[in-house]
């Protein structure tokens, strides 16, 4: 195998697009269903558009000055790179969204006839969206390379790819926390009104929600993950093997990975009735058995031997179990959401207290096994006899997590698209048993996307720790001494950092829902119509109040997550900065487990009880359980998923401003103290 | 100033336990008022009494086998210098329980005739406290140093300090948490009737539990911090200067500290009528000035400059900030408190997501001025150019904040004391007028203890942190690198520790709690002659269901928190431990600030409530902020406190074990890898 392999990354990125571009063609042939489907849909799909138009004209904004500051401190290559990271994770936004409304009410009309066809638009719709991650990402990179020839130049891509995912999950997880708090308090509690019933105002835009947080938002982030992954092995790859081999397993072992993903995904076929999980997994199942072969093969013929397919399978093993794992806190199934539900019991506060213990213990397990990941394959590919290629064993753990990422996201953004069908089905005033078939199609989704959250937390984990590794390279450090006062201070700095991020996304969400709250009650309030269902209300008022208030919001945690890694690299140093980084990993990963796990336990609690268990419906019991779910939704959509990108961010903008932190890096301090 | 001056030390502590015995005899004078007063203030002395004495019989077991460890593995002096440690921790606290629960009679009788002697008496109780515990941490630092002239040796009297605190901290807010949230809830909420109602069975352990946590169990953490803050400063200066300077400045400035202590306290004095937080922060301030004047003396005298000043100064600078910071996020004058009020119109999901909100903000400017602080005193002792003397720096600013700890303890002791003399006074049917003393003493004991809990926080970090210098040095590492995996795995460790360790201590509030409330809806149901006062409920019953599920709940943190340390030094490495360390501080220290800031704000956010605002008592408002309330009692009760001990111990067993983890640490992982 010689370098003209690496042409397989662009052309297996081409071969993902027109995949997705073949399903996508497949979903608009559907029908639509009645007039009124094709009216709610319509103001679905309008709304999710308005508001990705308006993120990415500040998203603009912010683009060009990032350029600007990289073409006139690092280099225009950067900066260009940097500029096509951040329009490619765009337009895989763009195009999953597009599909994702087409696909809505179109599932919606298929589950009038049964359940197997529902659920295979709705997956196509998810794998649309999930191919053009993998496509675009994949094309990015390679194509760069190969223009390129630098992979620090290359990294450009991955910091354009961050930054954008960072708005795109901040943004997206404030407007569907916003919209869905908000018409859940007023309609549901205030006014009585079901979930998703068109007399609603807010029902729009929590539908809308649903595909900026769960669509968009999911597919930046995995995006970045993605690229993130496939960039710190090559960073590390190019220093370890001179002869190009280290940049040729990554690029080729991706494109097996694209290929594997379509395969996988033709699997995802069930009989009617059967449990939609098993065809889901099965996808899951065959494209994760294709990559792990081709890396085995990949592996004897670049380094004639199985160190990297070792590297590569246990990063997998680890991903599957954590994820599992995340089944085990969150599900019904199992004793830690029961638990929650019989402490619902005694009120709302015992419920909050037994689910935040809950998250707390599921960070124990799954540390532990992050930790196993990064030993084992920092110690299977070279261990301290050469520790190069140990960091470049934990660079492609990562990997071996996200090489069926194209599936990931498919299964993952299948979720949204099913829970959006079935929001059309209510609101359209279908029959119940196609809302009983959605229902059970979203049910799946839920777990699913809980499993996602796990894996994206794992492979988050571990990519960055490998970039952290390839910034010590670039900025010409040994050590990063834990002993040294700067050092211990910039793990400090770090851990706090998802703290006040926190703090700041979890405030977003009461604010802007406080406002949809207020909008709500307003339009029952002055147009009594709408509640006796004579008046059509405002939905496109309230999705505006979402939009705003999301895009507002979003802007100061972006901009921190940029700035204060490069502060700190300039006052305090270059080993301050790697401390940053090791303490926001650490932090921020805790954080993350932490808020999704409880999230998701919360959320399923008041579902068991919901099944009758505890008094069920309407119980005491009940009313606590709600609460827990109304604090885990900022949890798990918008603070929780926020972490995986703020730790990978700051890493990446430390690893592209090496060079200037290098040079410039704690100047200040070292005058300070002369 | 020579060698000599050591002995300044032990006479010192001697000086401060007479003042206390002068104290407590003065305190046992006063009259203890009605029949009924002494025969409710028995009962809550027995109970106190009865706690000791089963946890000190629970602990006397795990002394013996460390004990033994110790002397197997380290050296039979180290195990001696444990058990003593251990046993004048214990002394302390029993010391001060004994008093503590002979004052709050004393003072509830002298608010029958005014505030002023009720203050005195009730600051008198909390002083007995304080002086106690710095005279037996001084008299045994000072003798042992004499007598064995080696730091490392008397680092065994820091591990005895550290696992009871652990212990009684862990056991004690477990304790008084259960029996508070089991009155409450049941009492309150189902019965309808007051606080401290006498009809209440559980209504005795409440009472209880404010002596055993937070006068015993804050004790024994203070003791803890105090002791660890000078053992550091002494293991540090042993290395740095060969003629004993090193040793002699923090000793002699601690014995300053106590006599500052002694004299700061007879300030606490009043008009009547005047606000008595006036005449704590005179006292408070007195002692600190003292202290400061002296360490300028003694750094000009010793080292010939004032950079140990400095040091000092900016230790107890920071400290006062912290302090002030915490009141600022806790208190209802500020902005916070009333965000979490306001926000409770919309139910307890908003306070909870709010209050959430301003633990996590309230961690970034505590963190700045913590690192703040490590950055100074470093850079202004040595700075990279005397590493050694900088770390001497960081362990002075750690004994500039905990100087004046006699005077901390007190302030903090006199809360509950002035709360249980509250809680006597309703018991015992004395009229209102006395009852509103006693509040208006006890309101600001709520806020001295929010500020002393800033204070524990800050110093803890800056403990463990010097701490971690000396244990790089026991352990003769030279670095402890970040780009090592064992390193960063073990950061990952020690950050999810923490995590672990507030989840199983919250959870075992939750449990214990479930215990009393079954126990007292059992009574009320059982004999319902106790609601109609015909008969005398089973108060024993009650403070015998908090012990045994303190005892039973404390085991497993407390044998996690030394066994954790050993077991990853033994099986990772030196460099792996050194990770733990860092990582458990720096995640330990913004949870025990996000849980404490936390828990205080929703606290107040309630009592802002019920003055009348936001609808006042009995509004939905006040049902949700009482929900708060409830997450945040163990919160800023039990788990929080518990971090700072988690964090110092773990320190504090590496150094002990350092001779055999430099010997045999990291053999596992070696042989595996090999």
Redesign the interface.
Known sequence: MNETALVFAPISGILGLLFALYLSNKISKEDTGTDKMREISSYIHEGAMAFLTREYRTLAVFILIVFMILGLFINWSTAICFAIGAVFSILSGFFGMQVATKANVRTANAARKGQNKALEIAFSGGAVMGMSVVGLGLLGVGILYIITRNAEIVTGFGLGASSIALFARVGGGIYTKAADVGAD?VGKVEAGIPEDDPRNPAVIADNVGDNVGDVAGMGADLFESYVGSIISTLTLGVVLFKDGRGVLFPLVLASIGVISSIIGSLFVKGKEDSNPQKSLKNGTYVSSILVLIAAGILSYTLFGGLKAFWAIAGGTLVGVIIGQLTEVYTSADYRHVKKISY?SQ?????T???G???G??S??PS??F??VA??FS??VMG??AN?MA??YG?SLAALGMLSTTGMTVAVDAYGPIADNAGGIAEMSGLPKEVRQITDRLDSVGNTTAAIGKGFAIGSAALTA?AL??SY?QAVGI????????????G???G??LP??F??LT??A??KS??EM?EEVRRQFRENPGIMEGKEKPDYARCVDISTGAALRQMVLPGILAVVVPVAVGLILGAEAL??LI??SV??G??VAI?MANAGGAWDNAKKYIETGEFGGKGSGAHKAA??GD??GD?FKDTAGPAMNILIKLMTIVSLVFAPVIAQYGGML?NN??K
């Open positions: 308090l402490q005694t009120g709302p506060a015992t909050i207290i037994s935040l213990a809950v707390m213990y960070t124990v540390i532990l992050i930790a990064v030993l920092f110690f261990g301290f520790s140990g960091l934990i720790l952290f590794a010590s040994k050590a990063i001494d834990l002993l040294n006062p700067l050092t211990l201070v793990v400090l700095l851990g706090v703290y006040f926190a703090a979890m405030e969400v009461g829902a406080n709250i790697g401390g090791a303490g650490v932090s990963v805790l932490l709600v609460v109304t604090v900022p301090i300070l103290v």
